[in-house]
DNA sequence: TAATAAATTTGTAATCATTACAAAAGTGAA
DNA sequence: TTCACTTTTGTAATGATTACAAATTTATTA
């Protein structure tokens, strides 16, 4: 399915930046901050603005279609990939990497409806434990 | 154990400071924000500086000793206590609720050493869903 | 104890990610 | 084309966090 059919089967309208945005995020499975998805679309379309970036994130956001990961204090990073899976975030060299995880097996306080669920590691990543 | 035990056992020197900051977070298990536990101290020591609540903070978590819970955009939280649990974000409240959990199945890339495990849920707390 | 060195705390001023907001631009219907 | 509505944009706040240097406290040495 392209962007512009997921995004209008949410009803959101494929507009250009939307449909850039979320296909940098198709494309990009990094976990690109804002920042970075602003620097890499703004030279293809150089009217784009940071705040049509930060409209859209938590747009697709809520919408379900993207994931916000919060698993470092500075900035938020975005991910297109919704399916369960955990976040590691190497405090050496700042990357974030995915790895495969089952749900845990949680008990929650009766009466709890649950939204979404992330899982979320730090350590050091295979690279920089090499470089020791 | 006290609190000045605790963090002298890790080589912190128990300072006022410090040991009123890791009192408080011991004692009030809500996973409160730099700002509430600076208010809250504050009034017993007028002197104290939201500045040194930042530090200690900083310091306690890279000891090991306390938990930074970064399950917010906004700002982060911070809890005392250490052992194995899920952190719940009600998104209508705000508030931040422990839940059971187990470590989930994880299968990490090889080479990867972990440091922090931390499980975050968002949704709607049990309160919330009854005013609906 | 006094003097000195080291560690800690403090207040103020940056930094920087995010949001508010209103103007501008784009889109679609009559 | 005109009008209403949505989306985008740029600028100016906001607000959490950090940098930093001065002030204070604590520890050490003589």
Tied chains: 1, 2.
Excluded: W
């Amino acid at each position: 399915m392209t962007s512009a059919e997921i995004l209008s089967s949410r009803d959101i309208k494929p507009s250009l930046p939307r449909v850039l945005i979320f296909d940098y995020l198709r494309q990009h499975r990094t976990h690109p901050t804002v920042d970075e998805i602003y620097s890499s679309l703004s030279v293809r379309m150089p009217t784009l603005s940071k705040t049509t970036v930060y409209n859209t994130v938590k747009l697709l956001s809520s919408a379900g279609i993207i994931k916000t990961i919060t698993i470092e204090e500075q900035q938020a990073r975005y991910d297109a990939c919704t399916d369960l899976h955990g976040h590691f975030l190497c405090t050496d060299c700042g990357g974030v990497f995915d790895f495969d995880t089952s749900l845990p097996d949680s008990r929650l306080p009766h009466g709890f409806s649950v939204a979404t669920q992330e899982v979320y590691y730090t350590g050091t990543c295979h690279h920089c434990n090499k470089n020791k």
